[in-house]
């Protein structure tokens, strides 16, 4: 099915640990974002892309980092783990020239535990 | 003070009720303005937009924005337990980036 593809769904990391969490989409969307979901605080965008090789940091970029050299990929790096960064993490996607006003499509996320 | 408020809930209410989600925003500038769907471990799926003010319909659905008053409002009609899920509002600043609610947990009771 089309849409945005995330992996893993689960993982547990410890302090200081780095990872990589990948999202991919097959709908040509040129606009790629990472957000974090945690209770209470809604959601908060990480990193976004608005093309192949075109990166923009979001409201909580500290401890992540992207690279966009694809269309249709757009990796998150936890450089070292911590605590803080346990959440769900979503990437979603959407036609550049449409901007998300008429919506993102969303991955199902990646729950991430730091222990 | 956050730019969109939204009450988390939960909101319980009988199947069959009308239920009426709110979120108010704070920027004038904010022009699109969505609602999103969450089910249970699950990512946000978009459940109607709306530009500018005025009431959209959609089925058992109808988006309503004040923006005199900010006030973003879904209605859901004839709630069915499937209804059941946290109900995400979102505004659009002039930079393109949603600006999103803390979410309103819904609970449609059989």
């Known amino acids: 099915n089309a849409g945005v593809t995330q992996t893993p769904k689960f993982q547990v990391l410890k302090t200081g640990q780095s990872m990589t969490l990948q999202c991919a989409q097959d709908m040509n969307h040129e606009y790629m974002s990472w957000y974090r979901q945690d209770p209470g605080m809604g959601l908060r965008l990480i990193h976004y892309s608005v093309g192949a090789g075109i990166t923009d940091q979001g409201e909580v970029p500290n401890g992540y980092n992207v690279s966009r050299s694809t269309t249709e990929d757009f990796p998150l790096r936890l450089l070292s783990a911590a605590p803080s960064q346990t959440s769900v993490y979503f990437c979603?996607?959407?036609?550049?020239?449409?901007?998300?006003?008429?919506?993102?499509?969303f991955g199902s996320g990646t729950r991430l535990t730091v222990v | 003070q956050k730019e969109v408020e939204q009450d988390p809930g939960p909101l319980s209410v009988p199947e069959g009720a009308i239920v009426s989600l709110n979120c108010t925003y704070s920027n004038s500038a904010f022009q699109y303005f969505m609602w999103y769907r969450q089910y249970s471990r699950k990512g946000p799926e978009l459940l109607m937009y709306t530009y500018s003010s005025g009431n959209k319909e959609d089925g058992r659905f109808t988006a309503q924005v004040d923006k005199s008053s900010k006030y973003i409002s879904l209605f859901i009609r004839d709630s069915q337990p499937s209804d059941s899920a946290t109900y995400l509002c979102?505004?659009?600043?002039?930079?393109?980036?949603?600006?999103w609610g803390a979410g309103t947990k819904l609970i449609i009771k059989p």
């Open positions: 979603a996607s959407s036609p550049l020239r449409t901007r998300g006003s008429y919506g993102y499509t």
């Open positions: 979102a505004s659009m600043d002039s930079n393109y980036q949603l600006i």
